[in-house]
């Protein structure tokens, strides 16, 4: 069973910066997909970015892209988003999801683990 938890998140004003965290247990880390996902209040749950674990490739969701960047310290068992440029669109509970699925993943039905969440909020 993988257990992940979730860290960083907070209220920031528009064009801040913020960096979360996942650390993952419970699985060799490098052998899992890990995955970020946002829900805003009364939406579904979003796809913002994934890395593989085969081969280290990332994918972006087009609102994020050259804004956010996703990356894993193996050593540590954490990976990592890196947010600039924040936007009140960007406000919403952020989870980290894993998998152990081969190859690019973009949709929540894809991971089977998911952490408890952190809150982004973003407003002036």
């Known amino acids: 069973q993988v257990q992940l938890v979730e860290s960083g998140g907070g209220s920031v004003q528009p064009g801040d910066s913020l960096m979360l965290s996942c650390v993952a247990s419970?699985?060799?880390?490098?052998?899992?997909?890990m995955g970020w996902f946002r829900q805003a209040p009364g939406k579904e749950r979003q796809f913002v970015a994934s890395?593989?674990?085969?081969?280290?490739?990332?994918h972006y969701s087009g609102s994020v892209k050259g804004r956010f960047a996703m990356f894993r310290d193996n050593g540590r068992n954490t990976v990592y988003l890196e947010m600039n440029s924040l936007r009140a669109e960007d406000t919403a509970v952020y989870y980290c999801?894993?998998?152990?699925?081969?190859?690019?993943?973009?949709?929540?039905?894809?991971?089977?683990?998911w952490g408890q969440g952190t809150q982004v909020t973003v407003s002036s």
């Open positions: 890395m593989s674990w085969n081969d280290g490739a990332t």
């Open positions: 999801g894993a998998s152990t699925l081969a190859g690019l993943l973009y949709t929540s039905a894809d991971f089977s683990f």
């Open positions: 419970g699985h060799t880390f490098t052998r899992l997909a």
